[in-house]
């Protein structure tokens, strides 16, 4: 469709919609859907909504989940797992310093 030719429509489609006192959008959704489907969709929900169903077997009833507070007893402080080795890297490396600094030191 050419620029002219559509420009042409969009003004017909402003001038069916301000005779029939609707906006270009309102009018261009009531044309594309055809009456009998709109019709066919609103009687299907007068009952109000469908309730859910399903193919797939009921689940069993489930015993239900004791509810608490969301607090926790807290725990206990104590030295992080493997400090040990951490303390006996940190020692070595002073005894190495030390002996570094006296060598240093000696005339």
């Not at 420009?7 to 009456?35: C, F, M, N």
């Not at 009833?61 to 040990?84: C, D, F, T, Y």
Request: no cysteine; net charge positive; proline share 9%.
């Amino acid at each position: 469709m050419s620029a002219v030719e559509d420009a042409k429509r969009q003004q017909a489609l402003a001038a069916r919609a301000k005779a029939l006192g609707l906006s270009e959008a309102t009018l261009e959704a009531a044309e594309a859907v055809p009456t009998k489907l709109v019709r066919d969709i609103v009687n299907d929900f007068r009952g109000g909504l469908a309730q859910p169903s399903s193919i797939a077997p009921k689940k069993p009833a489930q015993e239900p989940v004791a509810r608490g507070s969301g607090w926790s007893r807290p725990l206990p402080v104590e030295q992080p797992p493997g400090i040990k080795y951490i303390d006996q890297m940190v020692d070595h490396q002073d005894a190495l310093d030390l002996v570094e600094k006296l060598r240093r030191l000696k005339p």
